[in-house]
Structure formats: structure tokens, C-alpha cells
């Protein structure tokens, strides 16, 4: 049983400004096989971004990691950055959300890809800009397109270089968080396509992370639902959709607008919870409609409940009574 | 050409300021109530030809409008009157005193930015650490204090190791080349010290939050995950990014290295431009205090004018 | 430091936040550096008040040798008239601050009213305004201060006036950026739709919004304020008739107090500025940092993301 990638019980703290620490990830575990595509859904705030830069050390001075990340068996976190940083890019590459600038401004996109490709010796000179103008074409930019600063280009062709930055030293995971928030409909699904037919052609597995369902239904094989930092629910997307066995899927589900279903949105009332105190019970609770006795005084452990699915409800170990 | 309407606005306001400065200048000096600011001619221990010919030079009997088109032809011509002080042309203390002025000046600031820079490199590079609290108290203490009063501390300090006053050691009879620039610099040390310690904190300051403020940019994010060594990415990414913000702080303390410059020329007898505006006023010696002050504004714009073009050379994104 | 995490839930903007009028006396309470400086300023400030009162010595009163040396008496020594420097510093501190205090607000009022009627009326006005100030801004102030003092004659009033007329660019422009960002605000815009006039507005909402950084700018005027007053009477330009603490520097510069070895005549009066300078600095500084939401996370710094064994659930447990 040998998965590309196995995250094992990750815990994220950030310390606070006024003192106290903000619990960010509470014991989130992950695996991924190779060519596997895994979404991690959740609302803003619920730790999914923290978690994938956490598995890639690239967390900030006032984070404080525990866990394993075990890479084709090694554990990258071991000793933090020194042993993570060897795998970044060759290993493991992400791509940011379209309107960060995940770019350097100053220099141009050519130059940050042929970066890359030295950095980690794939290729130098005009090796690496024969190299680089192949990548541009994969992900369908003008080769000559390359010698321009980001800021020429549009959000979409932005992502697009991103992209293709990532892919430079032939990973085996790519990440992509947010990748087709802040970017027009008709680009989000240009780029998803995009993204598709390449980790089809590399064989990439690809962990998506989002907040947007519709692009995990189109994407993913798999799902992964955080809610307040851990996860609530996992299992194959469809399963996720049919039959989901925690009220925060359910809910998250229904939510979303579906063009041809005659269902009106529901959205969840209240807010998440804070993070920067120990919680009591069920995190969900408070704005769960089928929460009982049990929810406010323990907390639900992700546990089995079917054949590749797991969850974190008490509503699982009460037989008739799921969902 | 990218970019060239920028270049050309830029341009267009240096030229529209200085124009302001002259107007400025001669409303002072000219529109001031009583003559004894605004009768050029009224040169001590000149002839009465001398006083004669000035007042017609620059048109003193005529409308304050022809007055104006007047100082300026005559500007143009180099020629900005008389001393009162040394019955010297005006243009030609200028130009000495500016050629003294610069030297220790540059001096002095080129050292500022140098260590200026490193430190609030270190300091951003460290946040959060004693380091970081030391040298932001360190900086914020230089540039709390008084130039003069600095030039002053330095002056009891190192008093009998550096030399105190002037330019150069009038003792020093008939020197080589080689042993004038070493006396020249010898002199130069103190005032040019002075003026380094305190814009040094200034500096600090405003690399340390350039720095800052780049290092939170997700690019710097990017360069980390593609596997980049920190000092790899401060060097490459975030210091050329910093250059920015640093570049249009540095311009902006051009005001302030004039005002520290005449203070540190005064306390350190310097015979700059800083010093001869001091002289003026102490003397009343009006043309020479239009005219130093002219030279300044002008110096300032055109400085400002040379920092705005170097940004618009090391950032892409102007071209719009 | 800034908050880095916003409350889940609470989008800024959405409604006015509580009056921030209190912010001065936040910041000072809980950044160390804004409450040394407020302490230093706060002594500063009693001690040139009460100087009539508190003062060991007479003002003009020749109570030993020339620049007599320090002794228990008169720890801080004489000046070169035999006047006590601790008598000296107080009554000095007295008139700069009235000159730090009153030309940072004539440059608060110029530069808060161009600020405010750029920010708030946009266009035309703006542009014009923000041409005019940037005008101002190119033309260094100090040389500009020397030239107009010189010509003007030496007085308290000219003095301050002079200052106060070209320190106010700073506030005018930060003042007309944070007008921009409240104008556009939901309960401004709902107050125009319900037909509150320009003044109203104004006076209600923006007023209270931008007073926080209204008062940050201020605090970093005055001590440059100061800085150019001692900057001008060192140069001889002072009021002759009062004694400022840069006059006390001038004086002792000028009487040969370095070649007579008293060194108690200029280390103190500038160190006595130095620490007024430095305590408006870290108040007002302390003020922005609170104030500016873009001070964000390093992505880089020598530490690195801390690991911990593993563990459970909470840092506690094992």
C-alpha cells in the first residue's frame, strides 16, 4: 500500500498577534495515489489552503507544524525546511490563485521558468528557453509571448504561465489552490480544461483545492470536505454528492445553484468557529439542523463508514438515523 | 518609445517647478516692502560705477514685470549679481561652493544608503528577533537627533583626532596633488559622518519596511515553493523588488539631506553652498541668499527628476 | 502590529466601526514604544508647563561662573551667562514645544481641509489641489523656511507660521486618501441617498473616520516641526527675545562653548530634542502600524516554521 503521497495527522498553530495561538489544521490526514485527482473543499477559513502549503513547508515564522508528509514513503517534514525544499518543485509543485501575483513583476515570464529549470539542473541556456517555449505551448501560449512581463499578460494567460512554471521539472503531484477563483467563467473553464488534459498527458496527480463544488464534480475523483480545520468527510465525489454522511456535505451541496434542479439554494446559517480556543464537542454543531445531546459535549472522530469513505458524525454510529 | 509620455510628463514638471522657483525667488527677494532685501545694487564697498551699473543691469528703476523678464535674461546669462559680502559675482561663489558641497555630500550619503540598506535589510531579514529591535532603536535614535547638535557630539568627541573646521589646512604650504585630496578628506571625515549617521536611520527605516512589505508578496511565496534558498530569493526576487519603493523614499529625503547639509556645513565651517546660505543671512547679503537658494531648489528638482527616471527604468510596469 | 486574521464573519466596511477617536490611547496603552514615548512626551510636556513653578533657578538669573561645571547644585552645570542649564531646558522645551505644537496645527488644519475637500469632492478640485501639493512638495522646505524667515524678520509668529505653511503636504495627502477609501463606503453612500447634505456627511462620518489618522500624521508633524525650529534658530533665525531649545544649542555654539571645554551647555539641550523627536516618532509610528492593514505576513525571514512532535489534538497534548 504505497501511495504517492500520504499526509499524516497535521496540525497547523499560528501564533496570534496579542498572544495565544490560532489552531489553524487540526490532525488532517490525506493520501493520494499517482495520477489520483483529490479535492479538499471548504469555505474560507476552514484550513484547506494552510493544509497544502503546510504539506509543503511553505509556511510562515509564526506557524507551528506537527505531522508526517511521507513522499513516496520518506517523510519530507522531517527536519522542516531542510528536508522538505529538495522535493519543492521536482516533486511537488503548486500553482496560486489567478489574482495573487504569483509572478514577479520586475522579471520576465521566460526568465522565471528558465528559473526553474536551473535551479534544479534541468536545463540551461537555450536548452532551457527551447525548453521553456515548450511549455508555453502546452499550456497554449504564443512562444514568443514568453518574453513579456506578467503584468502584459490577462488573468487567464497569467494562470496559464503559472501553470506551465509548475509543471518545468516534470512533477508527480500538482497542487492547485484556487486556481479559477477571481478568474471570468468562461476562463475558469478554459483553465480546467487545461488542467484536465494535462494531468491526463503527465500523469499527474493532482490535489485541488477549492471552495467551488462544481469544479470538483468536473475534476475530481475524490473529495476531501474541511470544516474548522479538520476534515469532516471523505470519499469518491459521487458518493460524496448521492450520499453524503455528514450534515455539513449535505448542506454545502445543496447550497451550491444547480442550473437545472427546480431546489432553491439553502445557505448555512451562522458563522464558523473560532479556531484560537480549545472547542467543546462537535465544531459543526451550532449550525447543524440534525444536531442532538451527544454533538455538544463530544467531539466526533473521522472514522469508516463505508467501503473508501470516511466521516467525523455521531448521526454514522446511529444506525437508521444517517443523513 | 516605452514609456515616453512618462518621461516627457516627468520632465514637464521639473521644468513647470523650477519655473515656480524662480518666480518664488524673485517675489522674495524683489516684492519684499523697503529696499535693503530688494536693491541689488546696494553692494558695500562698491563704486558708485559698480552700484550704477548693476541697477541697470538688472533694471531696478523699471515695472516689476519687466523686473522679472529681466532676472531671468540676465539668469540665463549666468549672472545673478554681486555679493554684498565679497563683492564677487554671486555665480561664481555658487559655483564654488557647489563644487565643495558635493564631495562630502555625496560622500556622506553614499555611505548612508550603503549601510543604510543593509541594516534594514538585516532587520526585515530578522523580524521579530533582538536584532531587529536593536537596530530599528538604533536608527530611530540617529534619526532623532539634531544634525547640528550630532555635528557638535562629533566635534567634542573626536576633537584633536579629526579636524574640526574647514576644508583644508591653511598651514599647509605649496601641497602635492596626492597630499591635498588626503587633507581635503581628512576634513571631510567629521562633516561627512554627520551627515551619514543621521540619514542612515532614516534609511534603515525605509529599506526595513520596503523590504517588509515586499517580503509579504506572493511571488516571494512562489520563489519559496519552486525551491529557491532564502538568501537565493532575498538577492534575486525581493531586494530588486524593494528597489521601488526604496528608490521614491530616497527622493523624497532629498529635502532632507539639503537642510542637513547646511547645518553640518555651518557647525563644521565648511565653505559649501550650505555654508554660504548660513553666511548669507547672517550678513544680509541678499543676492548671495537668492541665489544659493535657487541653487538648491534647482538641485533638489533635479535630483528628484534623476530618481524618477531610474524608477521608471527598473519597474516594466510604467509603460502604461 | 497589525491583526493579521480578520474575525470570521465581520466584513470591514460594512457598517462604521466603533468611534476611533480612542486609538491614540490604545495604541499608547498597548505598544511598549508608543507608551515610552508617550511617557517621555508626557514629562516633556508637564515640566515645560509648570517650568514657572518647577524651576530650581531664575530664568535670566546669574547664579555662578561663567559656564560654571556641573555640581550638586546645578547638575547640569551654567550656561555662558551663569545660568543654570536645568532652568535653562525647562523654560527652552517651554517655547519649542509651543512652536512644535502650534505650527503642526495651522499644517493640520491646511493640510486636513485640502485633504478633505480633495478626497471628498474628487475631479476637478482634486486634481487641481493634488497639482498644487505636489508643487509644494518639490520645493525643499527648509531652504524655503531660511530664505522667508531671513526676509520676514525673526519672530515667534513668523516662525511658527513659516513652519506650519510648509509641513502641511503630508497630512493633505494622507488625510485625501483615507477621505477616498470612507467615501466609498455603504453607510456614506446610503447617507447621500437619503439626502444628507455635503457638511452633514462630512461632519458625521468622515470626520470621525479619518480622525485616527488625522492624529497619527499630526503627532509625526510635530516632531518635525520641532526638528525645523531648532534647525532655524541654530542658524540664527529664532525669535531673539525668547529662548527655545535650539536657541540654548545656537548660543552655546556660538559662544565658544566646545573650545571651553563645557559640553554640559550643548549635549543636554539637544539631547532634550533628540528625545522629544524620538518620542512623537514612536507614537506616531506606533499609530500607522496599527492603522495600516498592510503590514502582512513575511513569507521569508531567517526562522522558519517551528516543527513539533507528533501529537494529538492541541499543542498540549502528548
Sequence with gaps: MSSLLELEELNVWFDLPRGGTLHAVQGVSLTLDRGERLGLVGESGSGKSTTVLGLLGLLPPTATLSGRCLLNGVDILAEGEETVRPHRWVDLAIVFQGAMNALNPVQTVSSQIVEALELHGLATGRQAKARVGELLESVGIPRDRGDRFPHEFSGGMRQRAAIAMALACNPSVLVADEPTTALDVMVQAQILELLDALCRDFGLALLLVTHDLPVVAQLCDRAAVMYAGEIVEQGPVEELFHDPRHPYTRLLFAATPDLYGEGVPVSIPGTPPRLDRTLEGCPFHTRCD??????????????????????????????AEVA | ??????????????????????????????LAPGSAVTNLSRVPHATPETKHAIAKQFGLDKSKGEQF????????????????????????NLRTALSNTLPMVGLGTLFAIVFGTLTGVIAAWRRGTTTEHVTIATALGFYAMPTHWLALMLVIIFAGVFPSGGMVDDFLIDPTWFQHVKDV???????????????????????????????????????????????????????RNALLPITTLIAISLGYIVAGSILVETVFSWPGIGRAVYQAVLQRDYPMLQGAFLVLVLSVVFFNLVADLLYFKLDPRIAE | MSLLLQEPGLLAGDRPARSRTGLLWDVIKNQPSATIGAVILGIFIVLAVLAPVLAPYGLHEQVGPVYGHPSWAHPLGLDDGGIDMVTLLMWGARISLVVGFAATFVSMVIGGTVGLVSGYFGGRTDTVLMRITDYFLAIPDVPLMIVVAAIW????????????????????????????????????KRARSLGAGDLRIILRHVLPQISPILIASTVLTIAVAIFDETALAFLGLGDPSRISLGKIIENAFQRTAISSGAWWAIVPPGAAVALLILSCSMIGRAMEDALNPRLRVSHLSAKGFRLRPLVGRGPDAV
Design chain 1, 290 to 319: 440534525r444536531s442532538f445531546s451527544r454533538c455538544k459535549d463530544e467531539r466526533p472522530v473521522l472514522r469508516e463508514v463505508a467501503g473508501g469513505r470516511s466521516a467525523a458524525c455521531h448521526l454514522n454510529d446511529v444506525p
Design chain 2, 1 to 30: 518609445m516605452r514609456g515616453a509620455d512618462y518621461v516627457i510628463k516627468r520632465v514637464a514638471f521639473a521644468v513647470i517647478t523650477v519655473f515656480i522657483a524662480l518666480v518664488l525667488n524673485f517675489a522674495l527677494f524683489r
Design chain 2, 185 to 239: 578628506l581628512y576634513h571631510m571625515t567629521l562633516p561627512a559622518s554627520t551627515l551619514a549617521l543621521v540619514l542612515y536611520g532614516e534609511y534603515t527605516l525605509i529599506v526595513r519596511s520596503a523590504m517588509l512589505e515586499t517580503l509579504g508578496e506572493d511571488y516571494i511565496l512562489t520563489a519559496r515553493a519552486k525551491g529557491l534558498k532564502p538568501r537565493a530569493i532575498v538577492r534575486k526576487h525581493a531586494l
Design chain 2, 69 to 92: 523678464v529681466i532676472y531671468l535674461k540676465q539668469l540665463a546669462r549666468g549672472n545673478m549679481g554681486i555679493s554684498f559680502e565679497n563683492s564677487q559675482p554671486v555665480s561664481k
Design chain 3, 153 to 188: 524678520g525673526p519672530s515667534l509668529f513668523h516662525i511658527i507660521v513659516v513652519i506650519g505653511v510648509l509641513l502641511w503636504t503630508g497630512t493633505a495627502r494622507v488625510v485625501r486618501a483615507q477621505v477616498m477609501s470612507v467615501r466609498e463606503r455603504a453607510y456614506v
